[in-house]
Nanobody, 117 residues
Framework: QVHLEESGGGLVQPGESLRLSCAAS????????LAWYREAPGRKREMVAA????????FYADSVNSRFTISKNNDNSAVYLQMNSLRPADTDSYYC??????????WGQGTRVTVSP
């Protein structure tokens, strides 16, 4: 099993930045990919960014491309999401996710990001 715990959410003004962190523990050697998702009440959870185990493969949703950057530690013990030029539309709960080579999926509890004047 893998345990994920997010941190770094908070309240910021439009145009400001936040860095989300997700600490991974347990069978982290089995992780194949890590990702950040976000979800607002009444909306489907959507993938914001993803990164492969080797860090060579990265994905960004169109809505955050060029503003957000995903990165991780070499040993998969942590994954980060640097969020710049934040907009009110980025207000959501953000969730850390990992997929293992055994095709298992794990989620963190989420961290709240609010972007408001």
């Amino acid at each position: 099993q893998v345990h994920l715990e997010e941190s770094g959410g908070g309240l910021v003004q439009p145009g400001e930045s936040l860095r989300l962190s997700c600490a991974a523990s347990g069978e982290i050697k089995r992780i194949e990919a890590l990702a950040w998702y976000r979800e607002a009440p009444g909306r489907k959870r959507e993938m914001v960014a993803a990164i492969s185990d080797s860090s060579t493969g990265q994905f960004y949703a169109d809505s955050v491309n060029s503003r957000f950057t995903i990165s991780k530690n070499n040993d998969n013990s942590a994954v980060y999401l640097q969020m710049n030029s934040l907009r009110p539309a980025d207000t959501d709960s953000y969730y850390c996710h990992c997929a293992t080579r055994a095709h298992r999926n794990y989620w963190g509890q989420g961290t709240r990001v609010t972007v408001s004047p």
